[in-house]
């Protein structure tokens, strides 16, 4: 019923900063709350960042103070700015929707498909 497909991965140096895009379609961006997820070699899934339907949001401790999750919904677009990229950030990032808005992955019921997020030391 959602569709959505993240953008804006690469590589970076420790330090530097990208932003990550996902694109949302199929159903009303506005209704639901999303969240950025990130999964790394050897580690489960786990919550970066989400952001509730009226733009309340929260983090993982790991990146408060470095990443800031926003979102368009005029354009149907979710953004999460990193900055201050440390080689532990490396992971492979995925945006989800859902209905709840929780750091639980199961509160999310659409997933992109990911983006490579490398950061060199």
């Known amino acids: 019923q959602v569709r959505l497909v993240e953008s804006g991965g690469g590589l970076v140096q420790a330090g530097g900063s990208l932003r990550l895009s996902c694109a949302a379609s199929?159903?009303?961006?506005?209704?639901?709350?999303m969240g950025w997820f990130r999964q790394a070699p050897g580690k489960e899934r786990e919550f970066v960042a989400g952001i509730r339907r009226f733009g309340s949001t929260n983090y993982a401790d790991s990146v408060k103070g470095r990443f800031t999750i926003s979102r368009d919904n005029a354009k149907n677009i979710l953004y999460l700015q990193m900055n201050e990229l440390k080689p532990e950030d490396t992971s492979v990032y995925y945006c989800a929707a859902g209905p709840y808005g929780d750091n639980s992955a199961e509160a999310y019921d659409y997933w992109g498909q990911g983006t490579q997020v490398t950061v060199s030391s």
């Open positions: 199929g159903r009303t961006f506005s209704t639901y709350n």
